[in-house]
């Protein structure tokens, strides 16, 4: 059974910094891509990042493009978020996923993990 547990969402500041970890467990992922995704209130779940488990195939979506950095520790079976000079409209719940391949659709995410809130005051 696949486990992905999020951890390191919590309350910053603009212009602070976090770093979301996913810790994942239960399969080999050596053949899966890795995202993250996030949803507001109010607004559907939209994709963040992704990047294969090797650590290759990093894509962001424009928004947080040259901000955020997602990247993977094998050893650790782990699944990083570094989210830098963050803005109120960063404020969301941030999940971890993963699919059989490298996709930015939702719909194609296999496995996902019960989400950490973030929130950044203005």
């Known amino acids: 059974q696949v486990h992905l547990v999020e951890s390191g969402g919590g309350l910053v500041q603009a212009g602070g910094s976090l770093r979301l970890s996913c810790a994942a467990s239960?399969?080999?992922?050596?053949?899966?891509?890795l995202a993250w995704f996030r949803q507001a209130p109010g607004k559907e779940r939209e994709f963040v990042a992704r990047?294969?488990?090797?650590?290759?195939?990093?894509y962001y979506t424009d928004s947080v493009r040259g901000r955020f950095t997602i990247s993977t520790d094998n050893a650790k079976n782990t699944l990083y978020l570094q989210m830098n000079s963050l803005k109120p409209e960063d404020t969301a719940i941030y999940y971890c996923?993963?699919?059989?391949?490298?996709?930015?659709?939702?719909?194609?995410?296999?496995?996902w993990g019960q989400g950490t809130q973030v929130t950044v005051s203005s």
């Open positions: 990047i294969s488990w090797s650590g290759a195939g990093t």
């Open positions: 996923a993963a699919a059989r391949g490298m996709t930015v659709k939702r719909s194609e995410y296999d496995y």
């Open positions: 239960g399969r080999t992922f050596s053949n899966y891509g």
